[in-house]
């Protein structure tokens, strides 16, 4: 793990993937983030020293920003669909291992970056 004045910095990911959007769990032994799979953004998880790669979404819409709860067993997420509607992102939650997705908003504006505020 990188140092705060950034050095000792560590690559995670090594795929020809565009990954962004990473965020460590509670514990700190996981991270979450998305990352485009040819088609549209899905979040993934792995291991904070970068293996043990798990896809969590796997849907036809872009899914983004991923903040995970308090405890670590769920994340809230931005969710856009692939024709980038105008005022169609959504906020969802989902289960660290893909179940149990559950949409929270449902409006014509852009909800987005959803945070569990529980930040150290």
């Known amino acids: 793990?990188?140092?705060?004045?950034?050095t000792d910095k560590v690559q995670l990911t090594n795929s020809k993937a565009n990954d962004f959007n990473a965020e460590f769990s509670p514990n700190g032994r996981r991270v979450a983030f998305s990352r485009w799979d040819g088609s549209d953004w899905e979040?993934?998880?792995?291991?904070?020293?970068?293996?043990?790669?798990?896809?969590?979404?796997?849907?036809?819409?872009?899914?983004?920003?991923?903040?995970?709860?308090?405890?670590?067993?769920?994340?809230?997420y931005?969710?856009?669909?692939?024709?980038?509607?105008?005022?169609?992102?959504?906020?969802?939650?989902?289960?660290?291992?893909?179940?149990?997705?559950?949409q929270v908003t449902a409006n014509d504006t852009w909800d987005m970056q959803p945070s569990s505020g529980s930040r150290r």
């Open 1 to 6: 793990m990188a140092n705060i004045d950034g």
């Open 43 to 76: 979040l993934y998880t792995m291991s904070a020293s970068g293996g043990n790669v798990v896809r969590v979404t796997n849907n036809l819409r872009s899914d983004y920003e991923p903040s995970y709860s308090p405890n670590g067993f769920r994340m809230a």
């Open 78 to 102: 931005t969710g856009e669909p692939t024709d980038h509607a105008e005022g169609d992102s959504e906020i969802f939650t989902i289960k660290t291992d893909g179940t149990s997705n559950v």
